[in-house]
């Protein structure tokens, strides 16, 4: 279960840095940790973005390499099996979509009425 809670962690603070900075995909994934210094995020370009308090305290759950590879979001810490039975589960809790329709409209020089039907 460890493992699936710090892959959840990693998946929203990737979404979270990449809103908040501007950054592209390519970007946040070779973000390096030598690249954050306290709520700033220095992009490769120089470009000095800060981040939320909430996002550093997400970085700071992650795991962090001290030999090795400087990425934070280098790999995947789930194996294909668990990462298919979690695809699984997120096809399954996806809702069906709403659909209004407008099924009659009367208008006046006075006011409109419009009577809505939700399926």
């Known amino acids: 279960m460890r493992t699936a809670y710090i892959e959840v962690l990693r998946n929203l603070t990737f979404k979270a840095i990449k809103l908040e ?4 995909d390519a970007q946040v994934a070779r973000l390096r940790w030598s690249q954050i ?3 700033v995020i220095k992009t490769s370009r120089q470009r000095k973005c800060e981040v939320s308090r909430e996002v550093i305290n997400a970085l700071a759950l992650l795991p962090h390499r001290a030999e090795g590879v400087d990425f934070v979001f280098f790999g995947n810490t789930l194996s294909a099996g668990d990462l298919e039975r979690l695809g699984e589960l997120e096809n399954g809790l996806e809702k069906p979509k709403k659909r209004f329709f407008i ?12 009577s809505i039907m939700v399926c």
């Open 21 to 24: 900075t501007r950054m592209s």
């Open 37 to 39: 210094n306290g709520n």
């Open 103 to 114: 099924v009659k409209t009367k208008e006046s020089h006075k006011h409109i009425d419009k």
